[in-house]
């Protein structure tokens, strides 16, 4: 099948990749002329034939609005409009609507696999139409993983980028309960072989599961992660998987804390613990430590047991 693509980053240029190695026609459209097929979105449509099917790969937000804008201005009805990005299930609606009043198809697919989908496949959560989903399986077909799992028709428009916020909020508790398990077992100096511990559980634990492979290949580099400063950034799924939760009444305690850990990843100093730690020491007397770096005087009468 022929297909366009806008957006060959990390993500875009490996399931062009995959997708030229399953026999399908890619024309890529990239702001990077050295890797673009194509020198402008407008050339991407003229070579492509009716009815045409675009897959939209940029960063959510602004770039993915500006190029189904753009995309709404060059496309014909019975053309389609994929948007693969990582982008707020809000915003599938109004693409939807705005590409419907063109006569322009839509779907939204949340994509999963990371790096490895070149290899691996990427596990597709699709939304919208039935009709439009047939049209686009060939695609679906060869991106997805080999085997009877790992793609799924999730519901209407706005439905594949919903499953998919949830499944990052899922990967967000996830990787913080493998840090907190990591930080207490490292704490213990009863446990002199911290990565061969991880190793082992690879294999026959409850917990063996992708991440931990990916932890222990971390490990294997890096044994005490010493290279690594523990700062976590976000691009946002886990903020809107809170806001959903806020929005249906749907307690979200562990992503939530996860959520809010890669915040506090980012301080230097907590104002919050500062507060705390005033106020300990105006009711109780308890010690403090100065900001300069030397403690206060006026002992803690409950000490931390180390
Ligand atoms: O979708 C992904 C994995 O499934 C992306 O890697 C995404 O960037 C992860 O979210 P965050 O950047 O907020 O950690």
Not at 12 to 35: C, F, K, Q, S
Not at 225 to 239: H, K, T
Request: glycine share 14%.
């Amino acid at each position: 099948m022929e297909l366009g693509i806008i957006g060959l980053g990390k993500m875009g240029a490996n399931m062009a990749e995959r997708l030229r190695r399953g026999g399908h026609t890619i024309v890529g459209y990239d702001r990077n002329p050295d890797i673009s097929d194509v020198g402008s979105v407008e050339e991407l449509v003229e070579r492509l034939s009716p009815p045409r099917a675009v897959w939209v790969m940029v960063p959510a937000g602004g770039p993915t609005q500006d190029t189904v804008n753009r995309l709404g201005e060059l496309l014909s009805p019975g053309d389609l409009v994929v948007d693969g990005g990582n982008s707020h299930y809000v915003d599938d609606q109004k693409h939807g609507e705005e590409l419907a009043a063109k006569g322009i198809g839509f779907l939204d697919c949340g994509v999963s696999g990371g790096v490895w989908g070149l290899q691996n496949g990427y596990a597709l959560m699709v939304g919208g139409d039935d009709d439009n989903v047939k049209r686009m399986m060939p695609i679906f077909e060869t991106l997805k993983p080999e085997g009877e799992y790992g793609f799924v028709h999730s519901g209407k428009i706005g439905a594949g980028h919903y499953v998919k916020m949830v499944h990052n909020g899922i990967e967000y508790a996830m990787m913080q309960a493998f840090g907190e398990g990591y930080e207490l077992i490292e704490a213990s100096p009863l446990v002199t072989r911290v990565p061969e511990t991880f190793l082992s559980w690879q294999e026959g634990t409850v917990i063996r599961s992708w991440l931990l492979d990916l932890l222990n290949r971390a490990l294997k580099d890096d044994p005490e992660l010493d290279d690594l400063r523990g700062y976590a950034n976000d691009s946002g799924e886990g903020r809107w998987t809170v806001q959903a939760a806020v929005e249906h009444a749907v307690p979200l305690p562990a992503i939530s804390a996860s959520l809010f850990a890669r915040f506090a990843s980012r301080q230097d100093d907590s104002p919050a613990m500062r507060v705390v730690a005033a106020l300990r020491n105006q009711f109780g007397g308890h010690a403090i430590e100065s900001a300069k770096g030397a403690d206060s005087p006026g002992a803690d009468v409950n000490p931390p047991k180390v």
